[in-house]
């Protein structure tokens, strides 16, 4: 089933939920709704499935407006943040509770809901689980049988509120997967929320980039990363670097000293704010760069971080490289080093108002080079 | 953490003092509750198993304990459906008045016992409010088991209130919103959902209603008129025999009293327990 939202608009009080929200969902697709606590993200989600009423606009499902229809009446599957299983029943009673509850004409016999019960767990790999009570589950567990109790009705979107908020590491990353390669069989079109950007990118074919009500970006999980609209959008995707620089001519300035240079007139002169992410910073190979100090410097794993400072201002920026990458025996403490810029995003400075929503264009200017080096 | 500071000890509980908080948990039972209680088994040993049988058995006797532990028992149960149903009204609207509303609950657990029986033989003598209007319609109320029944109901809603009411506060409108979410009517909510997921909490107020309201005196004999064979309630009878002097006899009724309220008490345990059990350990 396809979606059609439009102007969407939801206060509470004097809080702008959501404040015009445009957004097309195609049939079974993957969507997350990505942004941070108050950015809206649950209110859409809620307002999709009928747990919460538009003030204004439109929500269509196959073309048919459902902003007025009742929770009950949209066959939506809505699997809560905590899960919302009911506690005094069995794993087998939450998942047929769907089943059961349906108007008599419609309801299939007992035997045959049982037997759709066990499917559904069956296919949430909770076999042998049936008569479980919810407190005797694992959060996972839990979140599972809360999946296939919202698919027992067949839903026409499946609807995920921070489906792993509350799920340590190891099973959230396990739950993705999971999650992903059902929606691949089911073929439901699924909307999840969340504020964790390595989740949404991870597990969604869009993503929809949410700020103070208002939809900052939509796009594939390379656009919005490769091509941030906004710089909220770029910092909200990964660490960021800013750097307070001038573009003159084509040449972007930082302390007084040429960092980048423009392939061509994207921004105008004048200040402008490069957006850079830790990663994208390599040791310069005589040309151009950012001249830094070194200042500190910690090995997790499989990158190193070092903290830097720029010559001339001190102000910190810093770096991320794979440990085995042939720049990182130059980090040491107080080495003076010329960082390249492999790729940034430049921005003009304040160009966001406090409430910006309206969707007015944000990003003016934009330097993307790809290295393979 | 000063727990953790100090070099080990003998116990190996994390929460120190163990010993002496047991030490003093077992004293004061015994004297606040165990003693006084042996005292009365005791006390009516003195009449020996047949004479313990004969007191007991009495018609005047069964009588009375019919009528204090019946009477309790339908206070209560009128209490676990209509208790719960003014914890709900509480919990889920917002009305004016409501903080009045909810102080008024404690009213009877506040009310000394005689001013509310006082209070309510008024209301319910032919001759008051309500009794005039009943009587009416052909019921008598006051000075009949029936005036028990009131009184039982009276003194025993806020216990059914105060148990269900937190429950219902930490029951969170996410059940209700997936129940709707998944095609429950409003009514198939509440009868599926709420009520199974306030069970538990109802039972505890029942039985707390209950052992209240059969040990009750003060608020019932003035309603209850006391008719022999009628309306004279067990905690009554065992003052009548204090006041013959027949020590041994009133304590014969108070462990007939202690035994049914003991083996009602541990039968609704036991239903708990099994509750507990299938819902795991959720609460």
Request: with cysteine; proline share 5%.
């Amino acid at each position: 089933m396809d979606i059609q939202i439009r102007k969407l608009h939801k206060s509470f009080g004097d809080f702008n939920a959501l404040a015009g929200v445009d957004l097309d969902i195609a049939s079974g697709e993957l969507i997350a709704l990505l942004g941070p606590s108050g950015s809206g993200k649950t209110t859409l989600l809620r307002c999709i499935a009928g747990l919460e009423f538009p003030d204004r606009g439109e929500i269509r499902f196959d073309g048919e407006d459902v902003a007025e229809r009742p929770v009950r009446e949209r066959r939506v599957g809505f699997v809560f943040q905590h899960y919302a299983l009911f506690r005094h029943m069995s794993v087998l009673d939450n998942v047929a509770f769907g089943l059961r509850v349906r108007e008599r004409r419609e309801r299939q016999p007992e035997a045959l809901i049982r037997q759709r019960a066990r499917e559904l767990i069956e296919l949430v790999q909770l076999a042998g689980l049936e008569k479980r009570y919810p407190s005797q589950l694992s959060g996972g567990q839990k979140q599972r049988v809360a999946l296939a109790r919202a698919l027992a009705i067949e839903p026409r979107v499946l609807l995920l509120d921070e489906p792993f908020g509350a799920l340590d590491a190891r099973v959230r990353k396990d739950l993705r997967q999971w999650l992903r390669e059902l929606h691949r069989r089911t073929g439901y079109s699924t909307l999840f929320v969340t504020h964790d950007q390595e989740e949404a990118l991870e597990l969604a074919d869009r993503v929809v980039i949410m700020n103070h009500g208002a939809i900052e970006q939509i796009g594939s999980v390379d656009e919005v990363y490769e091509r941030p609209a906004s710089p909220f959008v770029f910092d909200f995707l990964g660490d960021t670097n800013v750097l307070r620089a001038q573009v003159h001519e084509r040449r972007v300035q930082f302390d007084g000293a040429d960092i980048a240079v423009l392939d061509g007139r994207i921004h105008p002169d004048g200040a402008a704010d490069v957006h850079v992410r830790p990663g994208d910073l390599r040791l310069g190979d005589g040309g151009i760069g950012l001249d830094v100090v070194v200042q500190s410097l910690q090995r997790t794993g499989p990158v190193v971080r070092a903290v830097v400072q720029t010559s001339g201002s001190k102000a910190p920026v810093r770096v991320e490289w794979p440990h085995l990458h042939h720049d990182v025996p130059a980090l040491r403490p107080g080495a003076q080093l010329r960082l390249r810029l492999l790729q940034f995003s430049l921005y003009t400075p304040q160009s966001r108002p406090p409430t910006s929503s309206l969707g007015a264009p944000i990003l003016i200017g934009q330097e993307r080079r790809r290295d393979h080096a | 953490m000063s727990a953790i500071a100090q070099p080990r000890r003998r116990s190996r509980s994390i929460i120190p003092g163990f010993n002496l908080s047991l030490g003093f948990t077992l004293l004061y039972l015994s004297l606040i509750v165990l003693i006084p209680l042996s005292a009365i088994f005791i006390e009516s040993a003195k009449l020996g198993w047949h004479g313990f049988l004969d007191t007991v058995l009495a018609p005047r006797v069964l009588a009375a304990l019919r009528l204090s532990f019946g009477a309790a028992l339908i206070g209560a149960t009128i209490n676990a459906v209509f208790g719960t149903l003014v914890a709900w009204v509480l919990v889920r609207y917002r009305f004016a008045g409501k903080r009045l509303f909810d102080a008024l609950i404690d009213l009877p657990f506040a009310l000394p016992t005689a001013v509310a029986g006082i209070a309510l033989t008024t209301l319910y003598a032919t001759n008051g409010w309500i009794g005039a209007w009943l009587a009416g319609a052909g019921i008598k109320v006051a000075y009949t088991p029936l005036g028990v029944i009131v009184a039982c109901t009276f003194i025993g809603l806020p216990f059914v209130v105060r148990t269900v009411q937190p429950v219902l506060e930490d029951t969170e409108k996410e059940f209700e919103e997936a129940a709707a979410s998944l095609g429950a009517t409003r009514l198939q909510t509440v009868l599926r959902v709420i009520v199974p997921t306030v069970l538990p909490a109802i039972v505890t107020g029942f039985t707390l209603a209950f052992a209240r309201a059969a040990g009750e005196y003060g608020s019932i004999i003035f309603i209850a008129g006391n008719m022999p064979m009628v309306s004279e309630i067990a905690p009554l009878l065992i003052v009548i025999k204090l006041e013959e002097f027949d020590y041994a006899g009133a304590s014969a009724v108070a462990v007939a009293m202690l035994s049914l309220s003991l083996s009602l008490l541990l039968a609704i345990n036991g239903l708990q327990l099994w509750m507990r059990r299938r819902h795991g350990a959720a609460r």
